[in-house]
């Protein structure tokens, strides 16, 4: 009997127990549930009222629908961004961002804000005005002819902490240390800090000293044509006690908007995201800070969630920052800030209402004087270090102001396209067809327990068939990429390229592969690899040829297994130094390309890796980096006739002929709201830009769509043989290359893709709007428009209907 009593406790306890667990675990499914059941009830409404969507008769369900499918798409996406705030130690500084989530306001119980800072005017041209507050040194910009007024610290809720109005009333910020911990503060933070400013043709310097610190810089403001310069000249810059300058954000509050205005924060994440500016929104504690260009890989703790002295665990995937542009737009006016210096060193910081308690949305530039790290050492553990010694040039931001229908995202992406056309020669198209981009994966090295086996994928003869097939189909528009075609293939012997591999045609091969794709009209580019050679090759020197950690040695750089984002020892690669890379290896094959009188070569990393090289011996920054990569480009344009890199940075914008793999997408952080095709607005009939091979995309039909709505080429990565051969090698990302598998599908989407770009592929994106829920529309500067649906269901947006997952193609809106 006893027994059985303790039986019956023990079943009691654990029935406790699960329905304690079932309790806390439906109390964090609540969020989630809530989202769905108002997704579920918008959609029940919409089926009820038709059988195709009415976005103008459904319009208060439809914003339900909104609403819910964010906060399920958010619920869903756990990212989370690599810094918070990194508010101050002042009393009441950092608080819970509870206050994001604040109830909206009525238009009749909007809170009392503050005064705004008038100043005393400083300079004027010929449309702006400057006024300087000589108590904060912020700035006020009037535009003389619609009066309109941007604020470097715009009003806010009179309720606001006094500590934080100071923090908003800041005209820089500064970050520093002392040794191990970055600490923040600001200008006005401590009375013995020094603020004083004199004229300057067409402005204002502002000096800034932080007397408890020992740090002070200068800001130079000037009126421009379009608005206002920010400068901050780096002989400024003096450290005069044991603090040292870590960044400086310049006018951080700069055209910040309160919660109830309406329109976005926009951040150049991959293709470009918004920030909805809006009175209620998810709770959030960590804000968006990321680095232009992506982190220095050289600085391992900028990318990586954890360090041991062997082991790395990398951040999640995300999408770089490929365009130094950031901006907001509310109630008619916005702006767009470009950093012309000191990009290449630099953060983009975004902040939704809420943060600090400080219910302002804004977005601002962080440029860096110092990156930081961690070393190991013995068995002290992790010591975090940083550069001795800053990274020199001036900084500078351009900030264009917008006013009514240009002050939209699509508005900054044409002002930023109109910079690039002035400053970094980006010219119109003049090939008006568009090109099916193929890239072809010709050999690689398998490691078998005993030796090396070369696996020949795609000779150079098998080449010769595609194209003969392609060209008997009506296809004779094509663009030819070869991956894999050297010595040992994929990883061979880089940095070295030549010979060709013997197993796939040898050298006469390729030689007669460039002459007939010649012949048939056929571009043909090989790609390279100078930057990231696989260590095994044996062609280089680690400890000559790679660049330099902050432990003064050479910096090993691995893949990543997918599952568990854990470093592969197996697969180690090294970063190689850039002055060597154009010195030496650049130098001594670069005529064997011109032999061959192919049309280009796909310069490999160079259009989406930027990095430094901390060998005391050669030290290098990464605007070095940048300007040795653009001499490599132009010089293989200028020599070989062609130059193509992956996913684009804006420093090579005017430097090559083609873009593969641009950004499609944005990071899916949980406070950006949405993915807009800013990129391809900047770029779109100017540079040729292809999507990610179609055959390894996760949903072919979504993209197709994606590629409809962004302009962007269709490519595909295959070889002639089956994908089955490639087991056991390091290719172990193309999953699906079969060239035959995909021949049908490849000429299918070009064609289909062909409707709109024939007309198209040469014209500027002007308009990019999103109809519905689910509906978008582009449209062309000659009138041509595009419409897709991504819904599931058929659709209807401006008397037009689309069917689901389908598009239109309009002439004149018609």
Same mark, same amino acid.
């Given at each position: 009997?006893?027994?059985?009593?303790?039986?019956?406790?023990?079943?009691?306890?654990?029935?406790?127990?699960?329905?304690?667990?079932?309790?806390?675990?439906?109390?964090?499914?609540?969020?989630?549930?809530?989202?769905?059941?108002?997704?579920?009830?918008?959609?029940?409404?919409?089926?009820?009222?038709?059988?195709?969507?009415?976005?103008?008769?459904?319009?208060?369900?439809?914003?339900?629908?909104?609403?819910?499918?964010?906060?399920?798409?958010?619920?869903?996406?756990?990212?989370?961004?690599?810094?918070?705030?990194?508010?101050?130690? *002042?009393?009441?500084?950092?608080?819970?961002?509870?206050?994001?989530?604040?109830?909206?306001?009525?238009?009749?119980?909007?809170?009392?804000?503050?005064?705004?800072?008038?100043?005393?005017?400083?300079?004027?041209?010929?449309?702006?005005?400057? !006024?300087?507050?000589?108590?904060?040194?912020?700035?006020?910009?009037?535009?003389?002819?619609?009066?309109?007024?941007?604020?470097?610290?715009?009003?806010?809720?009179?309720?606001?902490?006094?500590?934080?109005?100071?923090?908003?009333?800041?005209?820089?910020?500064?970050?520093?240390?002392?040794?191990?911990?970055?600490?923040? =503060?600001?200008?006005?933070? *401590?009375?013995?800090?020094?603020?004083?400013?004199?004229?300057? *043709?067409?402005?204002?310097?502002?000096?800034?000293?932080?007397?408890?610190?020992?740090?002070?810089?200068?800001?130079?403001?000037?009126?421009?044509? +379009?608005?206002?310069?920010?400068?901050?000249?780096?002989?400024?810059?003096?450290?005069?006690?044991?603090?040292?300058?870590?960044?400086?954000?310049?006018?951080?509050?700069?055209?910040?908007?309160?919660?109830?205005?309406?329109?976005?924060?926009?951040? $150049?994440?991959?293709?470009?995201?918004?920030?909805?500016?809006?009175?209620?929104?998810?709770?959030?504690?960590?804000?968006?800070?990321?680095?232009?260009?992506?982190?220095?890989?050289?600085?391992?703790?900028?990318?990586?969630?954890?360090?041991?002295?062997?082991?790395?665990?990398?951040?999640?995937?995300?999408?770089?920052?490929?365009?130094?542009?950031?901006?907001?737009?509310?109630?008619?006016?916005?702006?767009?800030?470009?950093?012309?210096?000191?990009?290449?060193?630099?953060?983009?910081?975004?902040?939704?209402?809420?943060?600090?308690?400080?219910?302002?949305?804004?977005?601002?530039?962080?440029?860096?004087?110092?990156?930081?790290?961690?070393?190991?050492?013995?068995?002290?553990?992790?010591?975090?270090?940083?550069?001795?010694?800053?990274?020199?040039?001036?900084?500078?931001?351009?900030?264009?102001?917008?006013?009514?229908?240009?002050?939209?995202?699509?508005?900054?992406?044409?002002?930023?396209?109109?910079?690039?056309?002035?400053?970094?020669?980006?010219?119109?198209?003049?090939?008006?067809?568009? $090109?099916?981009?193929?890239?072809?994966?010709?050999?690689?090295?398998?490691?078998?327990?005993?030796?090396?086996?070369?696996?020949?994928?795609?000779?150079?003869?098998?080449?010769?068939?595609?194209?003969?097939? !392609?060209?008997?189909?009506?296809?004779?528009?094509?663009?030819? =990429?070869?991956?894999?075609?050297?010595?040992?293939?994929?990883?061979?012997?880089?940095? +070295?390229?030549?010979?060709?591999?013997?197993?796939?045609?040898?050298?006469?091969?390729?030689?007669?592969?460039?002459?007939?794709?010649?012949?048939?009209?056929?571009?043909?580019?090989?790609?390279?690899?100078?930057?990231?050679?696989?260590?095994?090759?044996?062609?280089?020197?680690?400890?000559?040829?790679?660049?330099?950690?902050?432990?003064?040695?050479?910096?090993?750089?691995?893949?990543?297994?997918?599952?568990?984002?854990?470093?592969?020892?197996?697969?180690?690669?090294?970063?190689?130094?850039? +002055?060597?890379?154009?010195?030496?290896?650049?130098?001594?094959?670069?005529?064997?390309?011109?032999?061959?009188?192919?049309?280009?070569?796909?310069?490999?990393?160079?259009?989406?890796?930027?990095?430094?090289?901390?060998?005391?011996?050669?030290?290098?920054?990464?605007?070095?980096? +940048?300007?040795?990569?653009?001499?490599?480009?132009?010089?293989?344009?200028?020599?070989?006739?062609?130059?193509?890199?992956?996913?684009?940075?804006?420093?090579?914008?005017?430097?090559?002929?083609?873009?593969?793999?641009?950004?499609?997408?944005?990071?899916?952080?949980?406070?950006? *709201?949405?993915?807009?095709?800013?990129?391809?607005?900047?770029?779109?009939?100017?540079?040729?830009?292809?999507?990610?091979?179609?055959?390894?995309?996760?949903?072919?039909?979504?993209?197709?769509?994606?590629?409809?709505?962004?302009?962007?080429?269709?490519?595909?990565?295959?070889? !002639?043989?089956?994908?089955?051969?490639?087991?056991?090698?390091?290719?172990?990302?193309?999953?699906?290359?079969?060239?035959?598998?995909?021949?049908?599908?490849?000429?299918?989407?070009?064609?289909?893709?062909?409707?709109?770009?024939?007309?198209?592929?040469?014209?500027?994106?002007?308009?990019?709007?999103?109809?519905?829920?689910?509906?978008?529309?582009?449209?062309?500067?000659?009138?041509?428009?595009?419409?897709?649906?991504?819904?599931?269901?058929?659709?209807?947006?401006?008397?037009?209907?689309?069917?689901?997952?389908? !598009?239109?193609?309009?002439?004149?809106?018609?």
């Amino acid at each position: 009997m006893r027994s059985k009593i303790k039986e019956w406790l023990v079943y009691g306890l654990i029935v406790v127990l699960l329905l304690g667990s079932s309790s806390i675990y439906l109390n964090a499914m609540e969020g989630e549930a809530d989202a769905e059941h108002a997704s579920r009830a918008a959609d029940a409404a919409a089926e009820a009222s038709a059988e195709i969507e009415q976005p103008a008769a459904s319009e208060s369900a439809e914003a339900a629908a909104d609403e819910a499918s964010m906060q399920s798409e958010d619920a869903a996406k756990s990212e989370a961004s690599e810094e918070s705030s990194g508010a101050d130690s *002042d009393a009441g500084a950092e608080t819970s961002p509870a206050a994001a989530t604040s109830a909206a306001h009525s238009e009749d119980a909007l809170p009392e804000l503050t005064e705004p800072l008038i100043g005393k005017k400083a300079a004027e041209n010929e449309r702006f005005e400057l !006024y300087v507050d000589e108590a904060t040194l912020n700035v006020r910009i009037v535009d003389k002819q619609t009066k309109r007024e941007w604020h470097g610290a715009p009003p806010m809720d009179v309720n606001t902490p006094p500590n934080n109005v100071k923090f908003v009333q800041a005209p820089v910020h500064i970050k520093y240390t002392q040794g191990t911990e970055t600490s923040q =503060t600001y200008s006005l933070q *401590d009375s013995e800090n020094e603020m004083t400013m004199e004229l300057i *043709d067409g402005g204002v310097r502002a000096h800034f000293t932080f007397a408890n610190h020992g740090i002070s810089f200068a800001v130079e403001y000037e009126l421009t044509e +379009k608005g206002l310069a920010a400068t901050i000249p780096f002989e400024s810059v003096q450290e005069q006690g044991t603090s040292r300058l870590v960044s400086i954000e310049v006018l951080p509050f700069f055209h910040a908007a309160l919660p109830w205005q309406e329109g976005a924060v926009f951040v $150049p994440d991959g293709s470009g995201a918004l920030m909805h500016i809006k009175p209620q929104r998810m709770q959030n504690f960590n804000t968006y800070s990321e680095y232009i260009y992506g982190s220095d890989p050289v600085f391992l703790r900028s990318s990586h969630e954890m360090l041991y002295p062997e082991w790395r665990l990398a951040m999640n995937p995300k999408e770089k920052i490929a365009l130094p542009v950031y901006g907001l737009y509310a109630d008619g006016t916005g702006f767009l800030g470009i950093v012309t210096e000191g990009d290449h060193d630099a953060k983009i910081n975004a902040i939704p209402a809420g943060i600090r308690n400080i219910q302002l949305y804004r977005v601002s530039a962080e440029f860096i004087y110092r990156n930081d790290d961690i070393i190991f050492i013995g068995n002290s553990g992790e010591i975090p270090l940083y550069q001795g010694r800053m990274i020199g040039g001036d900084r500078r931001i351009e900030f264009i102001l917008l006013q009514d229908e240009d002050a939209h995202y699509v508005g900054m992406a044409e002002a930023y396209r109109q910079h690039l056309i002035e400053h970094q020669g980006l010219e119109r198209l003049v090939e008006p067809e568009m $090109p099916l981009q193929l890239h072809i994966f010709a050999g690689i090295l398998r490691y078998d327990v005993l030796g090396k086996t070369f696996i020949p994928m795609t000779t150079f003869e098998q080449v010769k068939a595609m194209i003969d097939e !392609y060209h008997s189909r009506g296809i004779k528009r094509l663009e030819i =990429t070869i991956d894999g075609w050297t010595k040992n293939g994929v990883y061979g012997t880089q940095p +070295k390229h030549f010979p060709a591999a013997s197993q796939l045609g040898g050298y006469k091969g390729l030689e007669e592969l460039a002459a007939y794709a010649q012949e048939r009209g056929v571009k043909l580019y090989l790609k390279a690899n100078y930057v990231r050679p696989f260590e095994d090759t044996g062609s280089y020197k680690a400890k000559r040829d790679a660049v330099y950690g902050i432990k003064k040695e050479p910096q090993a750089s691995y893949n990543y297994y997918v599952s568990s984002r854990f470093n592969n020892f197996s697969e180690l690669f090294h970063l190689l130094k850039p +002055k060597r890379v154009f010195d030496h290896h650049i130098a001594k094959e670069l005529n064997q390309y011109v032999k061959l009188d192919i049309s280009g070569v796909h310069l490999q990393y160079m259009g989406d890796t930027l990095y430094s090289d901390q060998d005391p011996r050669n030290w290098t920054t990464r605007e070095e980096t +940048k300007r040795i990569w653009l001499q490599v480009l132009d010089l293989f344009r200028e020599e070989v006739g062609g130059a193509a890199v992956d996913y684009g940075h804006a420093y090579v914008l005017g430097h090559v002929d083609r873009i593969d793999k641009i950004p499609m997408d944005h990071s899916h952080f949980t406070y950006l *709201d949405e993915a807009v095709p800013f990129y391809q607005i900047v770029l779109h009939g100017y540079i040729p830009y292809s999507a990610a091979p179609t055959n390894l995309e996760d949903d072919p039909r979504v993209m197709f769509l994606r590629k409809l709505e962004y302009g962007a080429m269709p490519s595909y990565e295959l070889t !002639y043989e089956p994908t089955q051969r490639l087991q056991r090698t390091m290719a172990d990302g193309l999953f699906s290359s079969e060239w035959k598998l995909w021949f049908e599908s490849s000429i299918e989407e070009y064609r289909k893709l062909m409707e709109l770009y024939e007309a198209t592929y040469d014209q500027p994106i002007t308009a990019h709007e999103r109809l519905s829920r689910w509906v978008y529309r582009t449209t062309y500067a000659n009138g041509i428009q595009v419409m897709v649906n991504y819904g599931h269901r058929p659709a209807e947006a401006d008397g037009h209907r689309i069917d689901a997952y389908g !598009y239109l193609i309009l002439e004149g809106g018609r």
